[in-house]
C-alpha cells in the first residue's frame, strides 16, 4: 500500500512502502482537474506551485490518480499560498532567547491597525493623475517554541486579495519549527488593495503545535481593508472622483464597506465659506487649496483638495447657492405684453471643463447699442439708453440676470 506521509505541509508528499526506505521513483500523473496550481515530482515526492505575483488560490487541489508501480496514490487539497518577491527585504527572522524559559509555548497574531484606509488614483484634470495613497498596517506573529520547541503554521485565508505586502519579513507560507526556548517575530507590512466585502473579514490565523503534544494553540488576527471615494454631487463633469472643484460645488467622501461609513471623522476647515457637514463638503466660495484628514477607526489619510474659478478675461466673480429653480427662472421669463421685444438665451462655454461652475451667476458690462436700424432710429420711441445694453435693457445690474452652466 502506498501511503502519502504529510512531510511538507506546504506543498509536498512523500510516499514510501512499509519496511523500506522513501521510493526513488517519481508518480506519474493519470488524471487531474483543472487547476492553477503547477506539480513536479520526482525523487519520491511530489511538490505543488501556485507561483507568484497576482496568484490568489486558497488551495490547490491535484487530488488525481497517480500511479507507481501499478499502486495508485490520491494525494488530498494542498494549501497554496501566494506571495512576491523584493530583493531589500529581510525574508526570514532570526530566532532570539526567550526571557522566560520555564513558561509554556504561546503565540499571537495581531495587527498594529484594524482598518487599512486607502484611496486609488485618481484625475483631477487632463493629464494630472494622482496616485493611489493608503495607511498601513503590521502584521506582527509572535511564536514562542517552549522546552521542546514548536510548529508554527499560518493560514492567510483572503489577506493575499485584499491586502498589498510593502515590506517586512515574508510571511510563512509553510510549517516552520521554532527552536526550544527561542522566540520567533515575523513583522508585515501591509497596504490596502481591494475593498473588503465585510469589516473584518481579512483572518489571519496562527497555530503552534508544541513537539510531542497533538493539539495547536491557535490565534487569529483580524483587518478591514476600506477603500475612500472621492464623490462630486454635480454629474458634469462626468469624472466625479477628483480632488478639484468650482467654487460653492458640493462633494461627498464615502467609504467601502458600507458599515464603515459610520466610523468617518473629518477634520479640517474649507477656507472662504466652505462647510465640512459630516461625510459632506461644500467648496470655497473663491479659489483655494486646503487639506482634509480622514479618519475611519485607527486609520487615517490626508486628502489635499482645491478650488478652481473661471479663467480668461474673468473680472470678478460671485458665487452662491443655485438650484434647478433658478434655472427655470431664468429661461422662462416671459417679456411684457405691453413692449416690443425679443428675448432668448444665450449659452456661454465658461472654461475649464474639469470642474462645475453651476453656482457662479455671471453678467457681462453695459455698453451702448450698435448696429442701430428701423423704428428703432426714431430716439423719441427709443431713447438710447433703452436699448442699450445696461439697467434698462434688462443688463448688468444685479448677478440675478444669467448665471454660468459648463455645458
Same mark, same amino acid.
Not at 488525481?64 to 518577491?85: N, R, S
Not at 487599512?116 to 495613497?133: K, M
Not at 417679456?335 to 428675448?343: F, I
Given at each position: 500500500?502506498?501511503?502519502?506521509?504529510?512531510?511538507?505541509?506546504?506543498?509536498?508528499? &512523500?510516499?514510501?512502502?512499509?519496511?523500506?526506505?522513501? %521510493?526513488?521513483?517519481?508518480?506519474?500523473?493519470?488524471?487531474?482537474?483543472?487547476?492553477?496550481?503547477?506539480?513536479?515530482?520526482?525523487?519520491?515526492?511530489?511538490?505543488?506551485?501556485?507561483? =507568484?505575483?497576482?496568484?490568489?488560490?486558497?488551495?490547490?487541489?491535484? @487530488?488525481?490518480?497517480?500511479?507507481? /508501480?501499478?499502486?495508485?496514490?490520491?494525494?488530498?487539497?494542498?494549501?497554496?499560498?501566494?506571495?512576491?518577491?523584493?530583493?531589500?527585504?529581510?525574508?526570514?527572522?532570526?530566532? /532570539?532567547?526567550?526571557?522566560?524559559?520555564?513558561?509554556?509555548?504561546?503565540?499571537?497574531?495581531?495587527?498594529?491597525?484594524?482598518?487599512?484606509?486607502?484611496?486609488?488614483?485618481?484625475?483631477?484634470?487632463?493629464?494630472?493623475?494622482?496616485?493611489?495613497?493608503?495607511?498601513?498596517?503590521?502584521?506582527?506573529?509572535?511564536?514562542?517554541?517552549?522546552?521542546?520547541?514548536?510548529?508554527?503554521?499560518?493560514?492567510?485565508?483572503?489577506?493575499?486579495?485584499?491586502?498589498?505586502?510593502?515590506?517586512?519579513?515574508?510571511?510563512?507560507?509553510?510549517?516552520?519549527?521554532?527552536?526550544?526556548?527561542?522566540?520567533?517575530?515575523?513583522?508585515?507590512?501591509?497596504?490596502?488593495?481591494?475593498?473588503?466585502?465585510?469589516?473584518? @473579514?481579512?483572518?489571519?490565523?496562527?497555530?503552534?503545535?508544541? &513537539?510531542?503534544?497533538?493539539?495547536?494553540?491557535?490565534?487569529?488576527?483580524?483587518?478591514?481593508?476600506?477603500?475612500?471615494?472621492? /464623490?462630486?454631487?454635480?454629474?458634469?463633469?462626468?469624472?466625479?472622483?477628483?480632488?478639484?472643484?468650482?467654487?460653492?460645488?458640493?462633494?461627498? &467622501?464615502?467609504?467601502?464597506?458600507?458599515?464603515?461609513?459610520?466610523?468617518? /471623522?473629518?477634520?479640517?476647515?474649507?477656507? %472662504?465659506?466652505?462647510?465640512?457637514?459630516?461625510?459632506?463638503?461644500?467648496?470655497?466660495?473663491?479659489?483655494?487649496?486646503?487639506?482634509?484628514?480622514?479618519?475611519?477607526?485607527?486609520?487615517?489619510?490626508?486628502?489635499?483638495?482645491?478650488?478652481?474659478?473661471?479663467?480668461?478675461?474673468?473680472?470678478?466673480?460671485?458665487?452662491?447657492?443655485?438650484?434647478?429653480?433658478?434655472?427655470?427662472?431664468?429661461?422662462?421669463?416671459?417679456?411684457?405684453? =405691453?413692449?416690443?421685444?425679443?428675448?432668448?438665451?444665450?449659452?456661454?462655454?465658461?472654461?475649464?471643463?474639469?470642474?462645475?461652475?453651476?453656482?457662479?451667476?455671471?453678467?457681462?458690462?453695459?455698453?451702448?447699442?450698435?448696429?442701430?436700424?428701423?423704428?428703432?432710429?426714431?430716439?423719441?420711441?427709443?431713447?438710447?439708453?433703452?436699448?442699450?445694453?445696461?439697467?434698462?435693457?434688462?443688463?448688468?445690474?444685479?448677478?440675478?440676470?444669467?448665471?454660468?452652466?459648463?455645458?
Amino acid at each position: 500500500m502506498v501511503t502519502p506521509i504529510p512531510y511538507d505541509p506546504g506543498g509536498t508528499f &512523500i510516499w514510501s512502502r512499509e519496511g523500506e526506505d522513501q %521510493h526513488s521513483g517519481a508518480p506519474m500523473l493519470q488524471s487531474a482537474p483543472p487547476s492553477g496550481c503547477g506539480y513536479s515530482a520526482n525523487g519520491g515526492s511530489v511538490a505543488f506551485d501556485c507561483g =507568484s505575483g497576482t496568484c490568489t488560490c486558497h488551495g490547490c487541489s491535484l @487530488d488525481g490518480t497517480f500511479h507507481l /508501480e501499478q499502486m495508485e496514490l490520491t494525494l488530498p487539497t494542498i494549501w497554496c499560498g501566494c506571495w512576491y518577491e523584493d530583493p531589500d527585504e529581510d525574508p526570514e527572522p532570526t530566532p /532570539e532567547p526567550h526571557s522566560d524559559m520555564a513558561s509554556r509555548p504561546s503565540v499571537t497574531a495581531t495587527f498594529s491597525k484594524s482598518v487599512v484606509l486607502f484611496e486609488d488614483a485618481y484625475t483631477n484634470a487632463p493629464g494630472e493623475v494622482v496616485q493611489r495613497q493608503s495607511s498601513e498596517t503590521i502584521l506582527t506573529i509572535s511564536a514562542y517554541g517552549g522546552a521542546n520547541g514548536a510548529y508554527l503554521q499560518v493560514y492567510p485565508g483572503i489577506l493575499d486579495a485584499k491586502l498589498i505586502r510593502t515590506g517586512g519579513h515574508n510571511l510563512p507560507r509553510r510549517k516552520v519549527k521554532i527552536p526550544e526556548n527561542s522566540d520567533v517575530v515575523y513583522e508585515i507590512a501591509y497596504q490596502g488593495k481591494v475593498a473588503s466585502g465585510a469589516a473584518k @473579514d481579512i483572518k489571519v490565523r496562527a497555530t503552534l503545535t508544541a &513537539i510531542n503534544e497533538i493539539s495547536p494553540l491557535p490565534s487569529t488576527a483580524e483587518a478591514t481593508s476600506a477603500q475612500l471615494q472621492m /464623490e462630486a454631487v454635480s454629474t458634469f463633469p462626468t469624472n466625479r472622483a477628483r480632488h478639484v472643484f468650482g467654487p460653492l460645488e458640493e462633494s461627498r &467622501i464615502k467609504v467601502f464597506p458600507e458599515a464603515l461609513m459610520s466610523r468617518i /471623522e473629518i477634520t479640517g476647515e474649507i477656507p %472662504h465659506e466652505g462647510k465640512v457637514e459630516s461625510t459632506k463638503l461644500t467648496s470655497s466660495t473663491k479659489a483655494a487649496t486646503f487639506n482634509l484628514d480622514v479618519k475611519c477607526e485607527d486609520a487615517e489619510l490626508t486628502l489635499a483638495m482645491s478650488v478652481i474659478e473661471p479663467e480668461g478675461g474673468v473680472q470678478g466673480i460671485q458665487a452662491e447657492p443655485f438650484t434647478d429653480a433658478d434655472w427655470d427662472e431664468i429661461e422662462e421669463t416671459p417679456l411684457m405684453s =405691453s413692449e416690443a421685444g425679443v428675448t432668448g438665451n444665450i449659452w456661454v462655454r465658461v472654461l475649464p471643463q474639469h470642474v462645475s461652475f453651476q453656482h457662479i451667476r455671471m453678467l457681462e458690462g453695459t455698453a451702448p447699442a450698435v448696429a442701430i436700424w428701423g423704428c428703432c432710429t426714431n430716439q423719441t420711441l427709443f431713447p438710447p439708453e433703452s436699448i442699450a445694453h445696461g439697467v434698462m435693457a434688462g443688463g448688468s445690474s444685479s448677478y440675478s440676470s444669467a448665471s454660468a452652466k459648463n455645458a
